[in-house]
Each structure stands twice: as C-alpha cells, then as structure tokens.
C-alpha cells in the first residue's frame, strides 16, 4: 500500500515538475531523476505482485525462487539504487562546478 501511494506521488509529482519545466529537446538532469526515481517504487511492487502471486499457487516447493526475488528486492535494488544516486551526485556537481568556474 505504502508502495502504491509513493508511486501515485511521484507520478503526480512527475507531471507538475515537467508541465513547469520549459520545452527542450535534450534530455536533462531532471529527466534522468524522475525516470529513476518512479521506476523504483514500480519494480518494488511488481516484484512483490510476482511473489504474492506464486505464493497463492503453492509455486514455492524449494523456497529457491522466492529468497532469490526478497534478496534482489530488499538488497540488489537499494545497492543499485545507491549507486545511481552516488553517480547522479557526482556527475550534477561536476556540471554544476564547470558552469560555476566559467
């Protein structure tokens, strides 16, 4: 439910942001932010509807399938995400310093 409603937000959010924002044919640093951050929340819930979902038809015999979904859930997705926002920092300071020097 949590997950739901953050992606609602976001997509409300994702709207408002990009009507404000003027027209251009690149794509820029918000572009890239917004696309990242709506698509966490909506792998999260789909993984989740995938488990719910073979958790309801007994699909589990070894318990394999669904450790491996909650490992990628709970610790691949947040260290990719980490990694993400480190670059993302990184990469929006270094534009952000070489406009400020000129």
Known sequence: AVNSTTLMTLASLFISVFNSM???????????????????????????????????????????????LWFVSRTVLPIIFSMFLVTYCVIGLSIHSSNTIK
């Open 22 to 68: 003027p027209e251009s044919t690149y794509i820029k640093m918000m572009d890239i932010w917004m696309i990242c951050t709506f698509m966490y929340p909506f792998v999260i819930i789909f993984i989740h509807t995938i488990l719910h979902i073979m958790n309801k038809k007994d699909k589990f015999e070894d318990g394999k399938a669904m450790a491996g």
